[in-house]
């Protein structure tokens, strides 16, 4: 009797497995670890048929050199830094992700998070629960309205692409900075393009990011960026974490250079008790207290979109395992 295939979740879900159940039909057998940390999979995954890896952790050559029948890793997301997935490749390990399952649940979590910010219903929320201040409007002057605001974005992909279309409706001048989107995207959406970043920054109101973590985009938003942004701009964060040297934001609120910022993701996370960010944030002293919005890397989250993540995760096993061509291939592998 043939051994059943070895689906293994490193980590994130923790339930039952229904909905992955229903779709392997008995094909395989699955198990979700929740680990927290790579130290946690030791022991526990080497001998995984497929691994389906989510946010929570980082699987790194000490991992993947372990895996002994390991025929395919599933990135359960669009980022894809936190897999070394060019050395699974050259194990002859294909890793695949999911780039659209949630793109528009992030920009309705990132146009949410700016619409609070620039309409001052968070401000006005979190001073009045505090009692600072007058029961009145003039505790957020001066705003203005989002019409012929401009906002710059940071990554003109999928869900920049959503985020773009969200702010055009709301009458937002939309400029976008992409140095590897082709020419054009500009044209089909009526945007702007700018063509350096530091242009969008200093000509924008408020700036979203949604570019991927790499090597050149690592704190690419750091006390200098932040410093050639607009006087009493606004930061949203749906991207990746290590985006964004948070440690410059507390310093940006206290001076007036942002406004308001809006940060679902850090680099570190759940966060450090050292983390200089957050303890401004929790600080009532602080600008940050009333200024900024933090949330858990929650921005990708409703129940449709988890549940279509976690089915189109096992679909791509299904396809390796019926012989279908696998989609969003995110390394190559070599042949021998």
Not at 74 to 91: E, F, L, T
Not at 270 to 295: C, E, F, R, T, Y
Request: charged letters at 25%; hydrophobic letters at 40%.
């Amino acid at each position: 009797m043939n051994k059943k295939p070895k689906i293994i979740i490193t980590d994130f879900i923790n339930d039952n497995l229904e909905p992955e159940k229903v779709l392997l039909d008995g094909r395989a057998d699955i198990w979700a670890l929740d680990a927290l940390s790579e130290k946690e999979l030791q022991g526990r995954v080497e001998d995984a048929d497929v691994l389906i890896v989510y946010h929570c952790l980082r699987v790194s050559q000490a991992t993947i050199r372990q895996l002994k029948n390991c025929k395919l890793i599933v990135r359960a997301g669009v980022g894809i830094d936190n897999v070394d997935h060019p050395y699974a490749a050259s194990k002859g390990i294909p890793m695949v992700n999911i780039p659209d399952y949630g793109s528009e649940d992030v920009a309705d979590s990132a146009m949410s998070m700016l619409l609070s910010l620039m309409r001052g219903t968070h401000g006005l929320n979190s001073r009045l629960r505090a009692d600072i201040g007058p029961w009145s409007f003039t505790q957020v002057q001066p705003l203005h309205r989002l019409r012929g605001c401009k906002l710059g974005i940071v990554g003109l992909g999928r869900i920049g692409t959503a985020m773009a279309l969200r702010a055009k409706a709301f009458g937002m001048d939309v400029a976008f900075y992409d140095p590897y989107k082709a020419d054009g995207y500009e044209k089909a959406l009526g945007i702007h393009r700018e063509e350096n970043l530091v242009t969008l920054l200093s000509s924008s109101d408020a700036v979203s990011l949604h570019c991927p973590l790499t090597p050149e985009t690592q704190h690419l938003i750091n006390a200098n960026t932040l410093s050639l942004m607009k006087q009493g701009a606004y930061l949203i964060n749906t991207a990746r974490g290590a985006v964004v040297d948070t440690s410059a934001i507390p310093q940006a609120l206290e001076s007036g250079q942002l406004r308001g910022a809006g940060i679902d993701v850090l680099e570190n996370e759940p966060p450090g008790k050292d983390d200089m960010m957050i303890s401004a944030w929790k600080n009532p002293g602080h600008p940050a207290h009333h200024q900024l919005i933090v949330n858990p890397h929650a921005a990708f989250y409703s129940e449709e979109g988890l549940m279509e993540i976690r089915r189109r995760s096992i679909k791509a096993f299904l396809d390796v395992l019926e012989g279908k061509s696998l989609k969003n291939i995110v390394n190559s592998i070599e042949s021998p």
